[in-house]
């Protein structure tokens, strides 16, 4: 009798739970296919159902503009970054050298230094270098922002790959170039999938860099340019802003399932090593 | 005179020539004194300094015929001389132009020093051994020895200029007036020293909305960081109790709100909680729960308590996923052993789970608060800070520290006060992190 009464409310619990947490996601997926185009009209579940603001997002808007911008700047910031984040963590994990705490210690206060607070230097120094209104201007800064938050993260995991695999390789006469590449890389997987995925994600739903530094519709990122639909705006563009939020939360999502494994590996790899 | 000393000295007056005439290494040291020749090159080619010495200028002033390097020097410590638009002087551009010359000078002098030391220890190892290395031998030497410099040096340029530049800009900020009765190049921003602090503490208006801002901040980072964590360690212990049906299921619904964009989820939020249009307000009436729209975030109480249950929604599914983490790796022995000491499921939960879950997620839970602390996104993106205080200085009820920064940088251009509060800011969640990070094992073993 007991147990009949735990598993109710245990059961009870979670499908309440769900319920929660499916009812604003059912709502912006209807929504996105609601007749009316306001947010005053657009009732939970709405009475008729069409394909028009998808239509509408792609013809009305420049939403296929902005998607290309971000998909081209987040490809290349996986790249990059990635890249750039482990070659640094792999020299602070393998070599001893002088400054080398001093230089860790330095990322990390690095990465505390909320990044958009220092845009107005940032704005000139891209005023200066012609690089303000350029989508690819984005990668330079994330990829080489991605540097201080990730290298804790991913020497931590390196420092797990035991160091008499390099050795190994050095006797039998390898670069340090060639075991970084040939050896460590490829061994060191779930951390890149990590950091590419993480790296990959930033650029959809980065709001602040984008709307300083890409002046001009053209040049938008998805973010900036769904915001730019809905503020102040609801009444005319919601349904499509609507329709925008799902055609991008449906890859991010569906990707971010795939790859949480790797995540909540990542995270707690780098939280707490013991 | 030993030979090191000797060396030593003649590098610290011509770079590399201790390394040419005391070590024989004629290649390194060439290469050494053709960088001092480029840097100094570039100031007598930029500036007019041989006219100067030449006599041929009469009234010389740093602006017109100084260098590169003495020319940005000048504009750092003036920040311009004559305003204008035309002809005048923009302090911002000379300020960053100076940082950026100070940071060059910086690697300069550090690489100065380091061509002393060499020479020093190229000397003295002939003193010693008797022996000259060659620049070839040398080269092999250092690709090894200084392999990771190498590799490292332009990822630390890279970062000096993208991110170090920056945050020293926003830093001397505040140590200006650089607000919106001082914008170049109509105006000219001058150094005031520290009396944007005292302003921030001094002046009544100021202070008053710092200190509240600042006390939400805090509740806000606390209740918000509690209230997830607590709910999914809640939530993973239920998916993990035996009696759930369905688990993977249930667990792939529970985790969206981790995994749907962030800003998409806001957004939505925003819209559907609109007091005036959200159809949950009306559908409250429809249902006659109540009979006025709730105005879930125009109210100064219910915008709070709005935006705490929003980043609850948010947040609990990472915190969930991690703690099934954890709970999958306990020893079940450890449980049998405690049921048969007779500990009922509440012991048990007080006495071993807790702890051990706690001490494996504490760094996440701290990191998590002061991410909370700066949690930009959600405050701006569901009320932006609204609904405006009258008796606040141009900040709203919602405000955390951060927001009212980006509003006066964005919206008022006060850069100099924002600049203030930056510092304030990063010192808040530097102390945080740095004392979580000392207490994690991954600092201990560099």
């Given amino acids: 009798m007991k147990k009949w009464i735990k598993m109710v409310l245990v059961n009870l619990e979670l499908i309440i739970m769900s319920i929660i947490v499916i009812v604003p996601v059912i709502w912006v997926v209807l929504s996105s296919f609601n007749t009316s185009t306001s947010l005053a009209t657009s009732s939970l579940i709405p009475k008729d159902l069409t394909f028009n603001n998808y239509v509408e997002l792609f013809t009305k808007t420049k939403f296929a503009t902005w998607f290309i911008n971000t998909f081209t700047i987040a490809c290349l910031n996986a790249v990059v970054a990635v890249l750039l984040v482990l070659i640094t963590a792999w020299v602070l994990s393998r070599f001893n050298f002088k400054g080398k705490k001093a230089g860790l210690m330095t990322l990390l206060i690095l990465s505390m230094f909320p990044s958009f607070l220092s845009m107005t230097a940032i704005y000139s120094l891209f005023v200066a270098l012609g690089l303000i209104g350029k989508p690819l201007s984005l990668v330079i800064l994330y990829a080489i922002g991605a540097v201080p938050y990730n290298v804790w993260l991913v020497k931590g995991y390196l420092d797990g790959i035991s160091i008499s695999i390099d050795e190994a390789a050095y006797i039998d006469g390898s670069s340090k170039l060639n075991t970084f590449f040939k050896i460590i890389l490829p061994m060191s997987k779930p951390i890149i999938v990590y950091c590419a995925v993480s790296q990959f994600m930033f650029p959809w739903m980065d709001y602040i860099l984008p709307n300083l530094i890409l002046t001009g519709e053209k040049n938008y990122t998805v973010a900036v340019g769904l915001y730019s639909l809905i503020t102040g705006k609801e009444n005319s563009y919601f349904t499509i802003f609507a329709a925008g939020a799902v055609v991008i939360a449906i890859p991010i999502t569906i990707l971010f399932l795939i790859f949480q494994r790797y995540l909540a590996q990542g995270i707690s790899a780098g939280a707490s090593k013991e | ?446």
Wanted: charged share 10%; glycine share 8%; hydrophobic share 50%.
């Fill in chain 2, 1 to 446: 005179m030993n030979k090191g000393i000797k060396a030593a000295i003649l590098s610290a007056l011509v770079w590399g020539s201790g390394q040419i005439l005391v070590g024989r290494q004629r290649i390194k040291g060439l290469m050494i004194f053709l960088i001092q020749a480029l840097c100094v090159g570039i100031e007598l080619y930029t500036g007019y300094w041989i006219e100067y010495l030449m006599g041929k200028v009469p009234h010389f002033n740093l602006k017109i015929y100084g260098g590169y390097f003495t020319k940005a020097l000048w504009g750092f410590v003036t920040l311009g001389e004559t305003p204008g638009a035309r002809n005048g002087d923009h302090s911002i551009v000379l300020l960053i132009n100076g940082i950026i010359a100070i940071l060059l000078l910086v690697l300069i002098l550090a690489f100065y020093i380091w061509n002393i030391i060499d020479a020093y220890h190229t000397g003295k190892r002939i003193d010693e051994t008797g022996r000259y290395i060659s620049s070839k031998e040398y080269l092999q030497h250092v690709t090894s020895k200084f392999f990771p410099y190498l590799i490292l040096t332009p990822i630390i340029i890279g970062i000096l200029f993208i991110v170090v530049m920056p945050i020293l800009f926003s830093f001397i900020t505040a140590f200006t007036n650089y607000n919106k009765n001082h914008l170049p190049p109509a105006n000219l921003v001058d150094w005031v020293g520290i009396s944007n602090f005292v302003k921030l503490f001094k002046v009544p208006v100021w202070s008053s909305t710092f200190f509240s801002i600042l006390g939400w901040n805090i509740i806000w980072a606390v209740v918000a960081t509690f209230s997830t964590y607590f709910l999914g360690m809640f939530q993973a212990i239920i998916i993990n109790s035996k009696y759930a049906k369905f688990k993977s299921f249930f667990r792939a619904i529970l985790i969206l709100p981790w995994a749907i964009p962030q800003l998409i989820t806001l957004l939505v939020f925003k819209n559907l909680l609109n007091g005036q249009f959200g159809p949950v307000a009306q559908m409250l009436i429809d249902i006659g729960l109540t009979d006025y729209k709730i105005p879930f975030l125009s109210d100064p109480f219910i915008a709070k308590i709005t935006i705490i249950m929003v980043n609850l929604w948010l947040g609990f599914p990472m915190f969930m996923v991690m703690i099934q983490g954890v709970l999958a790796n306990i020893d079940t022995g450890l449980y049998e052993a405690a049921r048969i000491d007779g500990a009922n499921s509440l012991q048990i939960f007080r006495g071993i789970t807790f702890p051990l879950v706690f001490k494996a997620t504490a760094p996440l839970f701290i990191m998590n608060l002061a991410s909370n602390f700066n949690g930009f996104g959600i405050i701006y993106f569901l009320t932006e800070g609204k609904p405006v205080n009258p008796n606040y200085h141009l900040a709203g009820d919602t405000d955390i520290l951060i927001s009212w920064i980006y509003k006066l940088t964005l919206n008022e251009r006060m850069y100099d006060m924002a600049a203030v509060m930056c510092i304030i800011l990063f010192i808040v969640v530097g102390v945080a992190s740095f004392y979580n990070f000392k207490h994690t094992q991954s600092f201990k073993e560099v």
